[in-house]
C-alpha cells in the first residue's frame, strides 16, 4: 500500500478511536494524542488525567481487528504506561478483552 494512502487510513482510525476514547472516558479524562502505526500494528496514546499534573501515555505492543456480525472488535496486548500502577491495571482489566468500536475503525486494518 502507498505511503500516503496508509496516512490516510491512520488519520481517519485516529480520529475515530479518540473520539470513541473521549466517549467512554470522559469522566476520567480526555485523550489528547493517539498514534495508530497499522503496519506495525501498535498504538500510542496520550492522556490528560483529571486530578492529574503530568500527562500519561500508553502503548499497546500490539492489537488485532476482528469483525462479528458486522460489528468491529480491539484487542490490545502487551501494554505500558507512564505510570506503572496503570500498566498494571490495563493489562489485568483491559490487554486481551475484545472491544467493540465504531465502524470508522475499520480503517485500522
Not at 17 to 34: D, H, M, Q, Y
Amino acid at each position: 500500500m502507498n505511503h500516503s494512502l496508509t496516512a490516510w487510513k491512520e488519520a481517519a482510525a485516529e480520529a475515530a478511536l479518540t473520539a470513541f476514547l473521549n466517549r467512554e472516558i470522559k469522566s476520567l479524562g480526555v485523550v489528547r494524542e493517539l498514534a495508530i502505526r497499522t503496519r506495525e500494528k501498535t498504538l500510542r496514546i496520550a492522556v490528560d488525567l483529571k486530578g492529574e499534573a503530568a500527562r500519561l501515555w500508553i502503548e499497546a505492543a500490539a492489537y488485532e481487528l476482528s469483525e462479528r456480525d458486522g460489528e468491529v472488535y480491539l484487542v490490545v496486548r502487551g501494554i505500558t504506561a507512564s505510570r506503572e500502577w496503570i500498566a498494571a491495571a490495563l493489562n489485568q482489566y483491559v490487554a486481551g478483552r475484545a472491544f467493540r468500536l465504531p465502524p470508522a475503525a475499520r480503517f485500522l486494518r
